[in-house]
């Protein structure tokens, strides 16, 4: 991590950059998965720093969620995998998401832990946006009206053919942990790092962000 994230604060490529030090510890494909999402340059660190919104300071905000990188976190670590707190501070899972999405037996928990965290915070509405492309996401819409409904929260999903596009330019708060938007947006939170750690105590967290000095 220390050297990965040496190298990106002096201009290396990411690619070109991976490659060195998952050949110089000679990483596998996993722990290469691993170090490149936890790491990052001061600027971008800095930077997200920055423009994270303390948790304290969003009672009346509305959220701008970015939803499938939000949800899928959560499901990770309410199913027992590893979830990577990075050297921003995020939380991030391993896996990506392939162009399908698949509702799992930690789908309801999941958003259900992610609501509660919003309420304990006094967050007053949270805007889902899904990838309209990605296969399954109207499914996903409904399921969300539905819990949003039963719980008299004040949610709202759209289904907008890319996210990450109307999440950089947003004057709403930004909940994710994706690393574009978070160099490009105004202001995010730590949504899902607030939920784990407030309801999913025996998560397993693997924290890298503590190894980010050369």
């Not at 805007?127 to 008299?152: C, H, M, Y």
């Not at 490009?184 to 784990?196: D, S, T, Y």
């Not at 999913?200 to 050369?214: E, M, Q, T, Y």
Request: with cysteine; hydrophobic share 45%; charged share 20%.
């Amino acid at each position: 991590m220390a050297d990965l994230n040496w190298l990106l604060s002096r201009g290396y490529s990411a690619t070109a950059a991976q490659k060195l030090v998952g050949d110089r510890y000679q990483l596998a494909a996993r722990q290469r998965t691993a170090v490149a999402r936890c790491a990052c340059s001061d600027w971008e660190m800095n930077r997200r720093r920055a423009t994270c919104v303390a948790e304290a300071n969003l009672a009346g905000a509305t959220l701008a969620i970015d939803g499938y990188n939000v949800l899928t976190t959560v499901e990770a670590a309410i199913a027992g995998g590893v979830i990577l707190a990075a050297r921003d501070g995020t939380f991030r899972d391993m896996a990506s998401m392939h162009g399908s999405f698949r509702r799992v037996t930690e789908t309801r928990p999941a958003l259900e832990t992610i609501g509660q965290t919003a309420a304990a915070l006094g967050i007053l509405r949270c805007r889902w946006l899904l990838d309209r492309p990605v296969s399954n996401s109207a499914r996903l819409k409904t399921f969300i009206d539905e819990i949003a409904r039963q719980r008299g929260w004040q949610w709202s999903v759209d289904l907008v053919p890319n996210p990450d596009a109307v999440l950089m330019g947003s004057s709403e708060i930004v909940a994710t942990a994706d690393s574009a938007i978070l160099d490009r947006c105004a202001a995010w939170c730590n949504l899902a790092r607030e939920a784990i750690q407030r309801f999913v105590p025996d998560a397993r967290v693997v924290d890298l962000g503590l190894f980010h000095d050369a």
